[in-house]
């Protein structure tokens, strides 16, 4: 498994933008498939976006219906989550993660420890 940490995050009002960053440690990092997840408070956590470990193929919720980019940084081994046109209902705990898998699924095995975004109307 690989160590993940997360930053970016916090406040926002409607419409306005943030960005979300995430760092992978350990071996073969950047062989990972890589992603984000979410979850609003009362909810369960769901699936943002993710990115293959070459960053070829992304992977969108339909929710983000254009207003979120994923990128990766493989000399980094550093993932980005630029969103737009945030609405109140992104409030949430953003976590990134990484899959073993050629693209992150629905339980991947590595998290981190989640950053908190919040979005008023």
């Known amino acids: 498994q690989v160590q993940l940490e997360e930053s970016g995050g916090g406040t926002a009002q409607a419409g306005d933008s943030l960005g979300l960053s995430c760092t992978a440690s350990?071996?073969?990092?950047?062989?990972?498939?890589m992603g984000w997840f979410r979850q609003a408070p009362g909810k369960e956590r769901e699936f943002v976006a993710g990115?293959?470990?070459?960053?070829?193929?992304?992977r969108y919720a339909d929710f983000v219906n254009g207003r979120f980019t994923i990128t990766r940084d493989n000399a980094k081994n550093t993932i980005y989550l630029q969103m737009n046109d945030l609405k109140p209902e992104d409030t949430a705990d953003y976590y990134c993660?990484?899959?073993?898998?050629?693209?992150?699924?629905?339980?991947?095995?590595?998290w981190g420890q989640g950053t908190q975004v919040t979005v008023s109307s």
């Open positions: 990115i293959t470990f070459g960053g070829g193929v992304k």
């Open positions: 350990g071996r073969d990092a950047k062989y990972y498939a």
């Open positions: 993660v990484a899959d073993t898998k050629m693209t992150v699924t629905n339980n991947p095995p590595s």
